[in-house]
């Protein structure tokens, strides 16, 4: 894990380099309170690009997780789930923080022969910009640094960014093939393993080719090994464990690990297709503070009577139609697992010490240990977890739906090197738990059997549930991030069977989301979606809301 003073240092000279400056100059063309281009230092600038670029990620992968049931989201209204103004910071810190400063670096870096940070504003900005594109549409990025110049900027096309994005992930690999003159003074992500970059590079390039549908171009990269294939080369963002200046904390720690307890609810979806089926990673994801839940049996098989003052919906004696018609469970699951149904939107009653939290993966939570006790300030790993952003067990996964556009049994093999990975990956982080009582860890048959019941259960499937299986395993492994979750349930309407909304016409699945209200409502060539329904260049299936099939 990358070193916690050195995130410090730079987090406090950073507020240094982007606020403050000695002038007596009253020119206001540029900003007094900033230092300009030509002042400032290449490997400042590349520090904020990427601390700002893993919040960038963060956020919004949080977002493609709540509308593909990893997560819990809090309405019963699709066009109103997701204000437009609660997208303004995402924007800002996308265009201002991570592009524009990779744009500013850039001719400092050249100047001074610096390639490699050359090479990694690049990849970030490839991926950034793809990012906007996938959750956004059409977006603006040709004309979108300008500046004083141009404070109306047209959007590109999707398709054209995209051709952009591709572009610019070939100069970044070329420039991390080169030999630099100087390397960065902190890399985040691989601490100068330049190889490793250019795997990264070529991860975010299976991504594109996958949501552009370019098989021969996947399997071209596929072909050469040069890509994410080993866990041990993941990409990913380390948080760490301060709690204030600068708060270095994975943000669903710092939400949920609090005084109060839990800030959040965990998605009932996600717990119950985990704790049916003995998956191995449910105590890694989740930490259970009580061991029972209203309405349901606890862990001792013991009956939990309703609660209103905790859980209201536990008194209701049917669940709503499309839950009953679907045999999805309905606000209590057994065994203590305490979250919320898709599209739950009722008050916050006094459970925060009571509902389950995030856990020791990704967040550096606690492990579940069935301790059964309240979450605070500090405890499991301080917060010091990841944020994943292109993982070897999701590249199996995108070669499992390559496999399975031909025939769905192809796929088999890739699904069970993906959850195979993805368990192996989050079993390391029980250790970040020092207090934790890991003897409640799975077992090494423990894992076998699980990856022998998938197997079974695919085998035994038909070519949907195939399919569903894929999907579901793939959703599983995309914990921490939703982005591709949201992607692949656009792409495949997979799987059918996710839990609806407690709304039973909730309005039509998102396709895209509002652009973000700062920047539709200054920018004159950017006019707001009526709805949420306009579908992103490389979305080619039916309009909603006949698919994807749940809502």
Known sequence: MKNIFKYLSIGLIGGVLFTGCETTNLDLTENPNALTPSQADVDFYLNEVQVKFARVVESLGETGAEVTRIEWMGSRNYQNAYSPAGFDGNWEDAYQEVI?????????????GLTHHIAIAQFIEAYTITLLVDYFGDVPYSEAIGGADNLNPAPDSGADIYSAALALANQAISNFNSTALADPDIDFYYDGDWDAWVKAVNTLKLRLHLNLGQASAFNSIISSGNYISSTADDFQFQWGSNQVQPDTRHPNY???????????????????????TDDPRIRYYYYRQTDGTPNAFDVNGDFVPPNEETLDCSLQSTPPPQYAAGGF???SLDNGYWGRNHGNDAGIPPDGLLRTAVGVYPQAGQFDDNSFGETSLGTGGGGAGITPMLLASWVDFWRAELAMNGSPAAGKPFILAGVA?????????????????????????????????????????????????????????????GHDAYNFYRRKGYPTDLEPNLEQNPGA???????????????SNLNQKGGVTDQVFWDTNPASPSFPVAN
């Open 100 to 112: 524009k400063n990779a744009r500013d670096l850039t001719p400092l870096a050249e100047e001074a």
């Open 254 to 276: 710092a939400q949920n690990y609090t005084v109060t307890g839990g800030g959040d609810y965990a998605s009932i979806w996600m717990m119950n297709m985990m704790d049916t």
């Open 329 to 331: 469970p309905f606000c």
């Open 421 to 481: 990975k993805s368990i192996a990956k989050v079993q390391t982080f029980a250790s970040l738990d020092a207090t934790a009582d890991l003897s409640f860890e799975p077992s090494a048959s423990d894992v076998s059997d699980f990856i022998d019941f998938i197997d079974a259960e695919f085998d035994a499937a038909d070519n949907e549930g195939k399919w569903n299986i894929m999907a579901e395993q793939f959703f599983i492994a995309l914990k921490g991030n």
């Open 509 to 523: 699945f998102i396709r895209s989301f509002f652009y973000p209200a700062n920047a539709a409502n200054t920018n």
